[in-house]
């Protein structure tokens, strides 16, 4: 998050609301010491910012976007719409348990791929998870630490269930 040349992925979110939900994507990105920056961008309440930001982000050296918001949840499909950078969105918790978030998020034309995860903070978790594995795809550096993290995860899973 400090030099801007070397930011890799984006994290934006419709609203200051989202934050509480969307901050476990920045906390993994950040264990695997991965430069992003996290901002709020509506689609419908900031357009000209939204627009700015899609149109720019690639050039800046961004290689994902992670774009979480809810209810009329625009944000993921219409950043889509404007880069060539992988998107993926996040659902955001909502009047409608997020069901509408998901919807929106999930239900794009063909022709516009938003790459859809699950409602709130663990899909927040599994979009930075998703991104560290494409960013894994091309950095050996970032790939040993998934398999890390991989290996670490099921050693904490216990192997049988307490009372
Ligand atoms: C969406 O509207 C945001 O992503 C948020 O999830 C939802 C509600 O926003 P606030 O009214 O809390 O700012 O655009």
């Known amino acids: 998050m400090s030099n801007k040349k070397n930011i890799l992925v984006s994290i934006i979110m419709g609203s200051q609301s989202d934050w509480e939900f969307v901050k476990p994507a920045s906390k993994i ?3 695997f010491s991965i430069l992003h920056e996290c901002k709020i961008i509506s689609a419908h309440r ?6 700015n930001f899609s149109e720019n982000a690639k050039k800046r050296g961004i290689k994902v976007i992670l774009a979480a918001a809810g209810g009329a949840a ?3 499909g219409v950043t889509a719409a404007l880069t060539t950078l992988p998107v993926l ?3 955001m918790n909502s009047k409608l348990s997020g069901l509408d978030s998901l919807l929106s998020t999930a239900q794009m034309p063909g022709g516009v ?3 859809t995860f699950a409602i709130g903070s663990a899909g ?4 930075a998870l998703f991104a560290i594995r494409i960013l894994a795809l091309e950095d050996t550096n ?4 998934l398999d890390i993290y991989i290996k670490t995860m099921e050693q904490k ?3 049988e269930p307490k009372d």
């Open 29 to 31: 990105l950040k264990e």
């Open 46 to 51: 900031t357009p000209d910012r939204h627009k």
């Open 74 to 76: 625009h944000l993921a």
């Open 89 to 91: 969105g996040i659902p």
């Open 113 to 115: 791929p938003v790459a």
């Open 124 to 127: 927040a978790k599994n979009a």
């Open 142 to 145: 970032i790939a040993k630490k």
């Open 157 to 159: 899973v216990p192997q």
